[in-house]
C-alpha cells in the first residue's frame, strides 16, 4: 500500500505541474526530468529485485532493467534536445528507436528456464534469436511511423498491437505453463507489465492519430509504464526454497510449445525482413541473417543434444542389463542368465536329441584362504580362477558363477556321457595351477558333480538339483574330484 501510495502521489504531481507549466520551455524541462526520474526508479527497482533473487530470477531482473535502461537513453536524449533545442528530423532513428527496442531485454526473459543444464551458449542463441525477431519488428514500427500522417496510420497502430499482444500471450503462455516455481510467478509479473505497456502504447497512439487536441495531456499516461515497472519489482520476494516445484505441463508438450514457437517466429521473420524497403532493406536482412544462422545453430545443439541422451540412454539400458545379467566381480553370467541359457539348452537338446551336461563345482577350502589372506585376496583368486577356466570352455558352453565360490559349467551337443568328465578333469588340472596373487602363491582344488541330461532329470531345476548332490557327494569322499549324479545320491 505505501509503494501505491507513492505511485499515486508521482502522478499526482505530474499531473499539477503539467496543468500549472503547461507545454512551454519550463513545463516541457519539468516533464522531461520527470520522466527521466521515474524510468530511473524502474531501473534502481529491478536493480534491486536482482539483489533479491539468485540465479534464475537474478536474469529477469536483469533483463527488466536493462529494458528500462533502453528507455531511459531515449527519454534523456529527448530532454537533451528539447533542453538545447535541438531539432530532430522526422526519419530521425535516433531516439525513438530506443522504446521500439525495449522488447528485446523483455521477450529474452520468455526464453528463461529453471533448468539449470541448458548451457551459457544455447542461452546466447536464443537471445540471440529473439533480439534479431524483435530487433526487425521494431525497426520495421519505427520506419512506419515516419510516415505519422499518412491516412493508413491504423495500419501502423495494428502492427504495433499486434507486436505488443504476440509478447502479452506469449508471456501469459509461459506463466499458466511453468512449473509453480522460481519462474512462475515472474512471468505473471511480466504478463502484468506487457498488458499495462500494451494498452498505454495502443491508447496513446490512438489518441495522437484522432484526438491531436488532447494529444500532449493523455501522452503522460507513459510515466505508468516506469511506475508499474518499479512497483511490480519492489513488491517482488523470492519464493521459499522449500516450495515444491509441480510441473503443469509435460517436457515433451514443453518443447513442442518451444519449437512451433521458434519455428513461427523464423517464419515471420523471414517474410518480414523481405518486405522491408528502401534504406531498411539492409537492416531487415541483416536482423534476418542474425536469426536463421542463430536459429540453424540452435537446431544443431538441440539435435546433438537429444542424440547424446539418446545414446546416453543406450548405454544405460546396456549397462543396467549387464549388471542385471552377469556377475559383478568375474563378469561371468550370473543365476539369473544361467537359469535362461540352460532352459534354452535343454529344449533345443529335447529337440534334437543331443547329450547335455551340468557341472556344479565350488572351490575346496575357500574360506580358510579368506580368512587368511582377507576377502579382497579371495575375490581375486575367483576373478583369476574365472579367466582361466574360461580358457579351457568353449564358446558354446556357458560358465556361470551363482554365488560365493560355487560355479556352473553347461556344456551341451556332447558325444557321449563320459566326455563330461573328461570336461571336468581338465577345469581340475586349470584350477589346480597355482595363482600368484599380491605376492602369494595360492593353490586350490575343487569338488564337481555331474548331471547328464537325458539320463537324468528332464528340466532345469532336476539337473541342477542332481548336479549339486553329486558335488556334495565329492565333498564328503575327501574333495578334490569328479563324481556323476547316481539315483542312491537322493
Known sequence: MQVIGGVVCILVLQRIGFLF?????????????FIVLASSLAIGSCFAAAMRGRGVSRIFWLLFASSFAMQL?????????????VAVPDGAIFPSLFYRLYAGPIAIALFLSDDSSSSKFESFLDGSIV????????????MAEHAAQDSRIWQLITATALVNAILVLAAAARYFLSPRGTLHGLFKRQTIYLLTYSSVAFLTS?????????????????????LAGAVLALTWEPPAEEQAITRRISRRAALLCFNLTLAAMVLGS????????????????????????????????????QEKYLTALHE??????????????????????????????????????????????????????????GHSVGDLLLKHAAAHMLTRVRKSDTLARM?????????????????????ARELLRTISEPFDIEGHSIAITASIGIGVFPEGATDSAGLIHQADSAMYAVKRDGKDGVRYYTPDLG
Open 403 to 423: 554365488g560365493g565360490d560355487e560355479f556352473t559349467l553347461l556344456v551341451s551337443h556332447l558325444p557321449d556321457k563320459e566326455h563330461a568328465a573328461l570336461v
Open 316 to 373: 544405460s539400458r546396456a549397462q543396467l542389463q549387464h549388471q542385471a545379467l552377469y556377475d559383478e566381480l568375474t563378469g561371468l553370467p550370473n543365476r539369473r542368465l544361467f537359469a535362461e541359457r540352460l532352459s534354452q539348452t535343454l529344449a533345443m537338446a529335447q529337440r534334437e536329441g543331443h547329450v547335455v551336461a551340468l557341472l556344479y563345482f565350488d572351490f575346496d577350502g575357500f574360506k580358510p584362504i579368506n580368512d587368511r589372506h
Open 21 to 33: 507549466l503547461g507545454t512551454g520551455p519550463g513545463g516541457r524541462l519539468f516533464l522531461d526530468v
Open 270 to 305: 523471414a517474410i518480414l525482413g523481405f518486405r522491408v524497403i528502401d534504406s531498411t532493406r539492409i537492416v531487415g536482412l541483416l536482423a534476418t541473417s542474425v536469426v536463421l544462422f542463430s536459429y540453424a545453430v540452435r537446431c544443431s545443439l538441440m539435435q546433438d543434444n
Open 73 to 85: 537513453i531515449a527519454d534523456a536524449s529527448w530532454a537533451y534536445f528539447h533542453y538545447f533545442h
Open 131 to 142: 533480439v534479431g525477431l524483435v530487433g526487425l519488428t521494431m525497426y520495421q514500427v519505427q
Open 206 to 226: 490512438t489518441v495522437d492519430a484522432y484526438f491531436p487536441a488532447i494529444d500532449d495531456s493523455f501522452d503522460l499516461i507513459w510515466i505508468v509504464i516506469y
